[in-house]
């Protein structure tokens, strides 16, 4: 059974940085597009960051240029890397894999990490 773990999360005052990471156990991470997803309070999940099989990445607006998404391919390992952490970042993050579609929408994406939850304080 193919399991993603991701960790990393806590409190940080506005400005700081966390990395999250998702870990896979059961399969390689290299043949599968990687997505970040979060889900703020009360909110709807969104789209966050993904990272492709041949390392694409894109991002959402609103992280562009202060999140950065990485894989590491012998550790089956994805990061995200969030710097200059607003009060509006706070969610529970989800990592999610899919070999279909380098896309963006939750529905292009098969298994899902538990979450993490990242909370931002101003």
């Known amino acids: 059974q193919v399991q993603l773990v991701e960790s990393g999360g806590g409190l940080v005052q506005a400005g700081g940085s966390l990395r999250l990471s998702c870990a896979t156990s059961?399969?390689?991470?290299?043949?599968?597009?990687v997505g970040w997803f979060r889900q703020p309070p009360g909110k709807e999940r969104e789209f966050v960051a993904i990272?492709?099989?041949?390392?694409?990445?894109r991002y959402a607006d609103s992280v562009k240029g202060r999140f950065t998404i990485s894989r590491d391919n012998a550790k089956n390992t994805v990061y995200l890397q969030m710097n200059s952490l607003e009060p509006e970042d706070t969610a529970v993050y989800y990592c999610?894999?899919?070999?279909?579609?380098?896309?963006?929408?939750?529905?292009?994406?098969?298994?899902w990490g538990q979450g993490t939850q990242v909370t931002v304080s101003s």
């Open positions: 059961g399969r390689t991470f290299s043949s599968y597009n």
């Open positions: 999610a894999a899919g070999s279909r579609l380098f896309a963006s929408a939750s529905s292009a994406y098969d298994l």
């Open positions: 990272t492709g099989r041949l390392g694409s990445t």
